[in-house]
């Protein structure tokens, strides 16, 4: 089995599965700002599908001083994510550690 890993900066801890990477993203990291419209969001891969779902490209560019292959690589982790991981199993692992 192919281990996952947190590509947040400086962090690197592997993990079983693209869903325990995610629940790690948003608990454990520092909460993101987004540079285009101020919105705050967990870090890593709901601070991606933030900037791509909410945002244009030419925006993330501007607001991030990004270039193309800035682009590609993020939508290349959030497509990854999203053909791999359980979304409503992270919801329901986040809620349960919220009550």
């Known amino acids: 089995m192919n281990r996952w890993t947190c590509g947040i900066a400086g962090c690197g801890r ?17 909460r993101h700002e987004c540079a ?19 945002h244009t490209r030419s925006e993330y560019v501007r607001a991030y001083d990004a270039d193309s292959s800035d682009v590609r ?3 290349a982790v959030k497509e990854e994510i999203e053909e ?15 009550e």
């Open 36 to 54: 285009v419209c101020g919105t705050i969001v967990p870090e890593g891969y709901f601070a991606i599908r933030h900037a791509f779902d909410e």
């Open 84 to 98: 791999n991981a359980d979304l409503q199993r992270v919801v329901k692992r986040l809620n349960a550690r919220s």
């Open 73 to 75: 690589a993020r939508e």
């Open 14 to 30: 592997e993990f079983d599965g693209p869903e325990e990477v995610i629940v790690h993203q948003t608990t454990e990291h520092q």
